[in-house]
C-alpha cells in the first residue's frame, strides 16, 4: 500500500503525541499539518541542500529583446515557479546538424554593473546576468542576441506542494527528515513541546539528506616529490601560534 501524504502527517502528530496509533484525527488537526507540511517544503526550495535535483530546460530567445523574463507561463521563459538561481546556460545553434551547444557565462552583479555598452547586439551572446526577482526572474544576456538560437538552462529543481491524499514519493532518507521536521514546526500549535529525542533525531535526517545533495568540492594538490617555491605555516596547538 502507497504511503500517502496523509500518513506523513500523522507520523508527525503521532511524534509529539497530539494522535495516537490507529485513531483518526480532527480534519481540522490534519488541515493545519499539512498546510505546515507545505510551508516547510517551499522553505526548503530556497536551500539547495534540501533539492535533491537540477533540471535542464530549453527554450527560444526572442531576438533583440533585453531582458528576458523567467517565470509563470506568461513569460518568455515559462517556468511553473521562477528559478531560485541559474546553475548554469548553454547556447543551442539549431540551424546546424547535429546541434552545436556553445556555454553562456552565468554571471553576478558585479559583473553586470561593469559593462559597459549593455546594449550592443551579436549573434551569439556569450554571458548572461539572471537575477530572481519576483514573480518573475529576469535574464540579461550580452551581447544581445539577434537569432532565435535555443538556450537551456540549468536550475535548481523544487519539491512540489501537496495534498493530503498524493502518494509520497521522494529520495530516500527524506519521509524521516519530513516527518521529524514537521513534528517540530507543528508543535507549538498543538501546545505541545518536542523531545529531546526528536529534536536529535530530526537534526540527524536532515543531516543526512542535505549531505547527499551538498556538491562535492573541487580540490587539488601538488604531484608527489614536486618541490614548492611557498612556505607553508603551520599551526603548533601548543604554543596556539603559527610557525615552524
Known sequence: MAYKIRDLAIGAMLEIRVARAGDTPPATALAFTIQILNELLDEWNIDARAVYSNVFTAFTLTPNHQPHTFGT??????????????????????????????????????????????????????????????????????????????VEFLTRGLLAQVVENDDFSLPPGYKAALRLTLAERIASGFGKTVSRDTHVAAAMARGRIFGENEPDASISTQDSGLPSSQRVETFNYRSRSFGG
Not at 539549431?94 to 556553445?102: A, E, Q, R
Not at 552565468?106 to 546594449?119: I, Q
Not at 547586439?121 to 544576456?141: K, N, V
Request: charged residues 15%; negative net charge; proline residues 13%.
Open 73 to 150: 507561463p506568461a513569460a518568455d521563459f515559462a517556468f511553473t515557479v521562477r528559478p531560485v538561481e541559474v546553475i548554469k546556460s548553454r547556447l543551442i545553434l539549431t540551424n546546424v546538424t547535429p546541434n552545436v551547444y556553445t556555454p553562456i557565462e552565468v554571471r553576478d552583479e558585479y559583473w553586470w554593473n561593469n559593462v559597459r555598452v549593455p546594449g550592443i547586439a551579436t549573434t551569439i551572446p556569450t554571458d548572461l546576468y539572471y537575477t530572481p526577482d519576483f514573480p518573475l526572474g529576469h535574464g540579461y544576456f550580452w551581447p544581445v542576441p539577434t537569432v532565435a538560437y535555443g
